[in-house]
């Protein structure tokens, strides 16, 4: 059993004292004369992380375990392996891959809750770096045989390339979370998503149809309707006066990475998917320029979050608590008796000073 002191962000509040955990959280207590120099806060929540250190989702095994490994040392407890299009046998021994990472034992990564399958269901004028792979006219049988296993947890689809519409609600029944992006689709044919069954939007603002005040589209619909989005706050996908914008309109807007396999590396060349891209010291981006993906890391995302005037609690529930009730976890993104132990310690100037997976100490990584 381990027991950590300090300031201590709870599922009702901050609260000075103790907390016992081993793979679970066995105690919290008030206790007085504890300093408050240590921060201990839910480990973080991606929802969407194609790589890092190098390693790509799509590239098998070892490379999952490898990029888990690496964005555990940035705070991450747990994510999403998420995949680039591809044809749809590759894809689903992807989907093979990522569930046996998911059944692994800890091993000092962050946990693999699944997958985020974003693509090839996605509008070819809006891909952004996603490689055109040919499809059906109606890929909706394609859709329900990929997501056939429970591992998929989320999918990225932009309505207009799917005709039976009622593909939304079955994926919908079976718990997954259907999300909107890479689309073109109007703010009409968005409202009309989420009627049919969608709950999300996919990295809001970056490759959907913009806000028009005429013409409102998907960002338009997600503004008035959405409870939840995923965004993410690298500062250079999205401007911070429109991330502003976004906290204030989607009450549960909560940020990924969209890390690529190039976050944690030098300047260079790397795979995205079957796709080659450069990074630069903002991101990542293709040949023509087209951004594709970032190199953001969670414990980078918390920092930025703060630096647009997001305060403490406000921000780390948009990097633990949004993101696992949108998932339907009750026992992770929050500290409480029960829980995962999956928890970070910040020291007296912010930094990362420990992070716990599932109980398991992870040394955190500087750069
Ligand atoms: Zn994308």
């Known amino acids: 059993m381990t027991t950590l002191q300090g300031r201590i962000l709870t599922a009702q509040g901050w609260m000075t004292g103790a907390i016992s955990f081993d793979r679970h959280i066995h105690s919290m207590e008030r206790r007085m004369g504890v300093s408050d120099a240590k921060t201990i806060i839910p480990g973080f929540i991606d929802l969407h992380v194609h790589g890092g250190q190098g390693a790509d989702v799509m590239e098998g095994l070892q490379a999952i375990g490898q990029l888990a490994r690496w964005h555990a040392g940035h705070g991450t407890t747990s994510l999403l392996a998420t995949t680039m299009s591809a044809s749809v046998p590759e894809l689903k021994q992807v989907l093979s891959n990522i569930h046996e990472a998911s059944q692994m034992p800890h091993a000092g990564g962050a946990r693999v809750l699944g997958a985020h399958l974003e693509g090839p269901f996605i509008n070819r004028n809006k891909r952004g770096a996603h490689p055109l792979i040919p499809m059906n006219e109606d890929p909706s049988r394609d859709i329900l045989d990929l997501c056939d296993s429970d591992i998929v947890r989320v999918i990225t689809l932009a309505p207009e390339t799917i005709q039976n519409r009622s593909v939304l609600n079955k994926l919908a029944s079976r718990g997954i979370r259907v999300q909107l992006g890479h689309s073109t689709s109007s703010y009409e044919e968005a409202t009309a998503a989420l009627q049919q069954g969608a709950s999300g939007f996919t990295h809001l603002f970056n490759a959907m149809s913009g806000l028009h005040h005429r013409d409102p589209g998907m ?108 998932l339907g976890l009750k026992d992770r993104g929050r500290l409480q008796v029960g829980a995962f132990a999956d928890l970070i310690v910040l020291d007296a100037n912010g930094q990362l000073e420990q992070v716990y997976g599932e109980g398991v100490a992870i040394e955190p990584s500087h750069g």
């Not at 906290?247 to 549960?252: G, S």
């Not at 087209?290 to 890391?297: E, K």
């Open 219 to 326: 960002v338009g619909a997600a503004f008035a309707q959405a409870e939840y989005a995923e965004i993410i706050p690298d500062l250079f996908h999205v401007h911070r006066g429109a991330m502003l914008a976004a906290f204030r309109a989607i009450p549960k807007l909560y940020c990924v990475t969209d890390a690529s396999a190039a976050s944690g590396m030098p300047d260079g060349t790397y795979p995205l998917g079957c796709q080659k891209v450069f990074k630069c010291p903002n991101g990542v981006c293709l040949e023509d320029g087209t951004i594709a993906g970032s190199i953001l890391t969670m414990d980078q995302a918390l920092k930025n979050l703060l630096e647009i005037g997001l305060d403490l609690e406000d921000a780390i529930r948009r990097l633990s608590l949004y993101p696992a009730e949108y």
